[in-house]
């Protein structure tokens, strides 16, 4: 069964410091996505990773992902405090529609 | 830009009661989930819906559950018989195809009590 494991699980940082969070996933795939939820809120698409290699940039976060190494990367930087939220990566295998969610990073920025 | 709306935001029923979530999903959309997430917890799958049938389901959509698409636009989640740890945040999302990423809706807080 596919596990989905980020780390860390909490990450408190300073403004304008940056800092990347580890998405790794225990068995094939070669579709990942990024979501960021706000406290009490639904879940925002951040970024979609389709194949070995990709990446992709948003403002002060960017998104990799290495399948051979089944991990993907959260990058930011030069954080701002509205960045603090909770980053959940997930995970789709092949012949299924359904995601597996990582257990969240809750980041917060400090002013 | 379009939206999965969800009905109501927020439900507190007895236990042993029966509750139904409403989903508006996109029109354009053709598959259809349901996700909850127990508060402080991670987001788990509950159950996947393409041409009018269930594709796939977790663990956790046992018996009590059921979903329905009555009238072409509605997506429901039915739970037949609440128990206490039903409470949770329940999504539903769509999405165009398998690899686009899905829209989550905002959400329909569950308490039962």
């Known amino acids: 069964e596919l596990k989905v494991e980020q780390n860390p699980l909490f990450l408190s940082m300073q403004e304008g410091k940056n800092y990347t969070i580890y998405c790794n996933y225990s068995?094939?795939?070669?579709?990942l996505y990024w979501y960021r939820q706000d406290p009490g809120k639904s879940l925002e698409s951040l970024f979609v990773l389709l194949s070995n290699g990709a990446v992709k940039q948003e403002g002060r976060l960017m998104a990799s992902l290495d399948t051979k190494a089944r991990l993907s990367t959260l990058h930011i930087t030069a954080a701002v405090h509205d960045l603090s939220a909770t980053y959940f990566c997930a995970v789709v295998t092949s012949g299924t529609y359904k995601y597996i969610f990582g257990t969240g990073t809750r980041l917060k920025v400090l002013a | 830009e379009p939206e999965v709306t969800q009905t109501p935001s927020h439900q507190v029923t007895q236990m042993g009661q029966e509750v139904i979530l409403r989903c508006v999903p996109i029109s354009n959309h053709l598959y259809f989930y349901w996700y909850r997430q127990i508060l402080g917890q991670k987001v788990e799958f509950l159950v996947s819906f393409y041409n009018n049938e269930i594709s796939e389901k977790s663990e956790i959509f046992d018996d009590q559950f059921s979903v329905e698409r009555p009238d072409g636009s509605n997506f429901t989640l039915k739970i037949r018989s609440t128990k206490l740890e039903d409470s949770a945040m329940y999504f539903c999302a769509s999405s165009e195809g398998t690899v686009y990423g899905y829209t989550f809706g905002s959400g329909t807080r569950l308490t039962v009590v």
């Open positions: 068995t094939t795939s070669d579709r």
